[in-house]
């Protein structure tokens, strides 16, 4: 497998995969590996050090227009739930706390 890239530009390249976020790095990836021809995902894999499961996960996300909103990080409702909507009684401890 010849590079395809200098290695200059593929330390540019590590850089920029190295500051996005998670879902950006398997679409970056993606569209990196869909500049080549058949086989040259194995190339992409070990360039970013990523598997090349993620690759093809990146790369079946673009072709599906990603299900995750653009300016979402991960999908509403994650994340830890607030207190007061799990613990509907909480005024009423915390009241008799004061007491």
């Not at 673009?62 to 300016?71: F, G, N, Q, R, S």
């Given at each position: 497998m010849?590079p395809a890239?200098?290695?200059?530009?593929?330390k540019?390249?590590?850089?920029?995969?190295?500051?996005l976020?998670?879902k950006d790095?398997?679409?970056?990836a993606?569209?990196?590996a869909?500049k080549?021809?058949?086989g040259?995902?194995?190339?992409?894999?070990?360039?970013?050090?990523?598997?090349?499961?993620?690759?093809?996960?990146?790369?079946?996300?673009?072709?599906?227009k990603?299900?995750?909103p653009?300016?979402?990080?991960?999908k509403?409702?994650?994340?830890?739930?607030?207190?007061?909507?799990?613990?509907?009684?909480?005024?009423?401890?915390?009241?008799s706390i004061?007491k």
């Amino acid at each position: 497998m010849q590079p395809a890239y200098s290695i200059e530009i593929e330390k540019q390249m590590q850089e920029v995969f190295d500051r996005l976020s998670e879902k950006d790095k398997r679409l970056y990836a993606g569209v990196e590996a869909l500049k080549f021809p058949y086989g040259e995902i194995s190339y992409i894999a070990q360039l970013f050090s990523s598997s090349r499961n993620t690759l093809r996960r990146g790369i079946n996300e673009l072709k599906v227009k990603a299900t995750i909103p653009k300016k979402r990080a991960r999908k509403a409702g994650g994340g830890r739930k607030q207190t007061i909507k799990k613990q509907t009684d909480i005024n009423d401890v915390f009241l008799s706390i004061l007491k």
